[in-house]
């Protein structure tokens, strides 16, 4: 599922691009933000909708609605032969375009049908949380089915992310580079469909993006384009400074990154954070790998977050999951392990570390045995960092997460707060 507000049912190409991997959609009618769009994948043809979740595959809590409410059904087929049929089992009732579906009974759903779960109209009580009024949207009916060998020319391999491998592409309309990464959703422990629900729902210039989704009609295979990133990821930005000293080229040792150009990384990279946590998201894995680089310019890179395998839309987490190195102490601690969005904080300060020395910012290995190994803070004489920069760090890397600045909060921060950026892209407040 991903957030959405209402939209004109006269859909563009490119929403079916994007949906290529549902056969259909609800958008919530109602005004409470916290109702979001319920997604039918292509891969379940049959959706069960109800109050017991033993019962049902999406849940519609509250007092209108039946243990077992009602089941929304597809064919498996596209364009004309499609069909699309919802069974009322409900003791509250289902309306379709205002008619009530008798129980037991089916009804044919058109693109642009009005359903009420429960009731006709808007239920207002509880701030609007159980008005289950949406749109049906149909996707399979618009569905072109496309081999990506028809629509790109495949290049290099790129590397493997969260859950799969990553290709450079070429679209054929346009010419224009593309990043396809390939997921075999069975083969996988990872959340496929949760990456996709949360960059479908994010727009941030220092956030990847995902111009559409695929799924192979005959394998267990999600195709994602992404955008391409030419510069490569953070970690090679460190690398290649440790071996050519391009940026610092006479100085002591050890240097990293200068201190100006961290600061201009962390700046793109707090607003990008900031931003996913404003909209309920947790990335869990943020690491120097899953920061990408628009282009090869050394001292002003243009980054983006990538790779949203492990990002959750929960308040809270009780998984373990991530990088060692960078993982929050309380992601790691099996007892208890409960977290949340400031774990990424902590991530985000092991990053501006590692960049400030450009070695392993712990004085060991860290591991799950070694939790605390320490971190090499007699390395950051002032050369390498200022106080300000110094306190902000010391404030991301609290092992006390509700001493943890957020990332939010970071911005806000003197080390950050009279920075001024060397890319003008960021046009909207936090």
């Not at 999951?321 to 392990?337: F, H, M, S």
């Not at 890397?397 to 960021?426: D, F, I, Y």
Request: proline fraction near 6%.
């Amino acid at each position: 599922m991903s957030r959405s507000t209402h939209r004109n049912t006269q859909h563009q190409q490119s929403d079916y691009e994007v949906d290529q991997h549902l056969w259909g959609y609800l958008t919530p009618l109602g005004s409470n933000p916290n109702l979001l769009r319920i997604d039918f994948w292509r891969i379940s043809p049959t959706a069960k909708l109800g109050r017991d979740p033993s019962k049902n595959t999406l849940i519609l809590p509250g007092p209108h609605i039946s243990a077992a409410h009602a089941t929304i059904t597809w064919n498996g087929r596209n364009g004309a032969a499609s069909e699309i049929t919802l069974t009322d089992s409900s003791s509250g009732g289902t309306w379709v375009a205002g008619q009530q579906v008798e129980k037991g009974k089916s009804h044919r759903l058109k693109d642009g049908d009005e359903i009420g779960f429960g009731a006709p109209v808007a239920i207002e009580e509880d701030d609007g949380l159980y008005d289950h009024r949406f749109i049906f949207s149909d996707v399979s009916t618009n569905h072109h089915i496309n081999r990506l060998d028809d629509l790109y020319v495949y290049g290099k391999y790129l590397g493997a992310g969260t859950g799969g491998c990553v290709r450079l592409a070429t679209e054929k309309k346009t010419n224009k580079a593309v990043a396809i990464k390939t997921m075999h959703y069975l083969a996988t422990r990872m959340n496929v469909f949760g990456e996709i629900s949360v960059m479908e729902r994010v727009l941030h210039p220092h956030i990847l993006r995902m111009s559409s989704v695929h799924h192979a009609e005959t394998q267990p295979i999600i195709y994602l384009v992404l955008e391409y990133m030419p510069g490569g990821d953070l970690l090679n930005y460190m690398i290649k400074e440790f071996d050519t000293r391009t940026l610092w080229p006479n100085g002591p040792d050890p240097r990293g990154i200068p201190e100006h150009i961290c600061r201009e990384i962390m700046y793109q990279l707090c607003h990008a954070m900031a931003f996913l946590h404003a909209q309920g998201i947790t990335h869990r894995d943020l690491k120097p790998e899953n920061i990408l680089l628009l282009d090869k310019n050394m001292e002003a890179p243009f980054i983006k977050v990538a790779d949203f395998g492990l990002a959750s839309l929960k308040d809270e987490m009780k998984n373990f999951c991530g990088t060692v190195i960078y993982a929050a102490p309380e992601v790691l601690d099996a007892a208890p392990r409960r977290y949340n969005y400031l774990a990424d904080s902590f991530s985000t300060g092991i990053i501006l570390f590692s960049m400030l020395i450009l070695m392993d910012p712990w004085r060991s290995k860290r591991t799950m045995e070694c939790l605390s190994p320490g971190l090499r803070w007699n390395l950051l004489e002032t050369y390498l960092l200022s106080p300000a920069g110094f306190d902000l760090l010391d404030h991301l890397v609290n092992p006390n997460p509700q001493e943890r600045l957020s990332l939010a909060g970071a911005l806000k921060h003197l080390w950050l707060k009279a920075h001024q950026p060397m890319h003008h892209t960021l046009t909207f407040p936090l």
